[in-house]
């Protein structure tokens, strides 16, 4: 092969480590040469060596970054440390410093899964907070009803248990449609799924619980007189 070549996609990642493929280098001083490439064969790297050229073999291997995710971080740093300490053939080194850019994407990459550990526990706790608080408001709007009901002679376990079965045929299906409506927010899930039936559980049982603690006073106490 002979003649003038040049590259289809010049601006093409690939040509990254050689840039004199895409075009020669000047000199740096007066005198020196042009850097560029040339296409040859053996019998030319040959030729090269026996007039005095100074003619080394490199491999170079591209990086498909698409391959690698957060689960395989640590063993391709390891991997490549391993490659570049090991002397695969007398003289031949490796050169690269992808593993060093691993270790330090790796520990980034645990520092802000820890701050989303405290901010998701953070955000748990607030809405956690804010539906405990709807519970005993909606409780408070009805503490006339439930009063009624308690003067009627009805204990605070029916109380209790009717506002159980209200609560366990609302509360279980709004967290769960909170969860779908969630899914369609950008990005993956946070690994908090966990924590739906745990959710779906305190908010259920606190309004019974909040029903039962409003009213337990009887009505015919003199606490309980108007």
């Known amino acids: 092969m002979t003649g003038v070549f040049q590259p289809v996609r010049p ?17 740096v001083n007066d005198g020196d040469p042009f850097v560029a490439v040339a296409v040859t064969d053996p019998a030319g790297l040959a030729a090269a060596g026996r007039s005095g050229l100074p003619v080394t073999h490199s491999w170079r291997y591209r990086f498909d970054h698409h391959r690698v995710d957060s689960s395989t971080i640590e063993p391709v740093a390891a991997a490549v440390g391993a490659a570049r300490r090991t002397q695969w053939l007398p003289g031949a080194t490796v050169q690269t410093s992808l593993d060093t850019q691993l270790v330090r994407f790796g520990e980034q990459l645990t520092s802000v899964r820890n701050l989303l550990a405290v901010v998701q526990a953070g955000l748990l706790a607030s809405l956690l907070g804010l539906i ?35 609560a366990a045929l609302l509360q279980p299906a709004a967290v769960t449609a909170g969860a779908l409506l969630a899914l369609l927010a950008p990005g993956r899930d946070g690994g908090t799924w966990w924590a739906l039936p745990l959710i779906a559980a305190v908010t259920t049982a606190a309004v019974p619980a909040f029903a039962m603690a409003g009213q337990g006073t009887p009505p015919w106490s003199p606490a309980g007189r108007t």
């Open 132 to 166: 405990l608080l709807a519970a005993r408001v909606a409780v408070r709007n009805r503490r006339a009803e439930l009063t009624l009901l308690r003067s009627r002679g009805a204990s605070l376990t029916t109380i209790g248990r009717h506002t159980l079965t209200e």
């Open 11 to 27: 601006a093409d990642p690939l040509w990254a480590p050689m840039p004199q493929a895409v075009e020669p280098l000047p000199p």
